[in-house]
């Protein structure tokens, strides 16, 4: 779990989602809540020249009903006001989850270019899924889990 420090944040919003996605047969995909943190000043993020002002945290739970690998920490956000970022951070989902496994956990995004937290009414957030056997040829082996996220 992300352990924010606060210190940086000028405001914060958390919003309780309970929005769930079943249109992939190997997962059972619940979003919790999205907390979003507008910082004090721009930051760079380590290792890469891209700038944020503010974070987004996605608190989420994958269910996996067979042997999937997915990648939540390798998605992308955009926002119904054109911005767009990618996943940057996650300690909570590797890329393998086994078959009745459930796991919860943050994945955060930064963002640059948000003036005001209330700004932010819709996020969509996109990330692959796919089989772990590399031998199931099935229709739904791979997924793009896309998903709009309302903030109210």
Known sequence: MLHFNCKFATSKKEFTINQSDNSWSYADIKFNKVTIYK????????GDD???NCLIVVNMTVKANKDIE?????????TNNGLQGDTTYTADFGD????????????????DGVKNISDLKKLRYKFDGG???DND??????KIIDVQINLN
């Open 96 to 111: 393998s989850i086994d078959s009745g496994v459930t796991r919860t956990g943050d994945v955060t995004i930064p963002l």
């Open 131 to 133: 089989a772990k056997d």
């Open 50 to 52: 891209k700038k944020a």
């Open 137 to 142: 040829e099935s229709d739904d082996a791979f």
């Open 70 to 78: 997915i990648f939540p920490d390798q998605g992308t956000i955009s």
């Open 39 to 46: 910082l004090a000043q721009e930051h760079k993020e380590i």
